[in-house]
């Protein structure tokens, strides 16, 4: 008698399993040690051990051969929503982040918020993200869904996004590039530059704001440096 086979399952991607504290792949990032971060060598110079592509610069000038494999888990995870959420052109609506917890109801709550952008609260078996009123749309857009990758993530205690912060953790890197990726598909971009060849107009069509399109346009390497 035959046994029965069990669906396999299917395992999380890192970004899921990331606890928040370092990148997933640190052990094995080459850009600690490579020509390819000059940041990172910079900060070995000085003496500084802790350079977990705190900054990204190996990914966001998007060096070849660049050794950052969780930013391609991160664009796979975010691919992922807009097919679940049958999304094939933009903007990307943000009821989409209703699918980043299919256990816990998620709740956008708008409040006018002095020194952040956003934050996430998880309140009770709830989470809940408030977003600055005194942000433009665009901006608030964005914030949401870098929010919502702290959901995904499970790692929001209370995850906070700063207006005009330089320096930011691992995490807060990571969750931009998740925004960025789910709201900007690399895909839509290339297909839709030919014909609009406008930063400004690319990010009126994406929902996004300006300064972020630029540096998404230079990152695929249609705009330079």
């Not at 952040?116 to 665009?138: D, K, M, R």
Request: charged residues 25%; aromatic residues 10%.
């Amino acid at each position: 008698m035959s046994r029965a086979v069990e669906p396999k399952k299917e395992m999380p991607t890192l970004a899921q399993l990331w606890s928040g504290k370092c990148c997933p792949h640190e052990t094995e990032c080459a850009c600690r040690t490579s020509d390819l971060c000059p940041e990172a060598k910079r900060k070995q110079a000085a003496g500084e051990r802790d350079y977990p592509m705190t900054y990204l610069t190996g990914c966001s000038f998007a060096y070849d051969h660049c050794c950052c494999r969780v930013l391609d888990e991160i664009e796979e995870l975010a691919d992922k929503y807009l097919k679940q959420a049958g999304i094939s052109e933009p903007p990307v609506p943000i009821d989409v982040i209703n699918l980043f917890d299919t256990q816990r109801p998620i709740e956008i709550r708008p409040l006018p918020l002095r020194r952040f952008l956003g934050c996430t609260w998880l309140v009770e078996n709830e989470w809940v993200i408030h977003l600055n009123s005194n942000s433009s749309p665009a901006v608030t857009n964005f914030t949401a869904f870098h929010e919502g990758f702290h959901i995904i993530c499970g790692n929001s205690g209370l995850a906070f996004k700063r207006a005009g912060d330089r320096y930011k953790k691992v995490s807060e890197r990571l969750a931009d590039y998740f925004a960025a990726s789910i709201l900007m598909p690399r895909h839509y971009v290339y297909g839709l530059w030919p014909e609009v060849k406008d930063p400004i107009k690319m990010s009126s069509i994406f929902g996004v704001p300006q300064p972020v399109m630029c540096d998404w346009l230079t990152r695929l390497r249609i705009l330079e440096t």
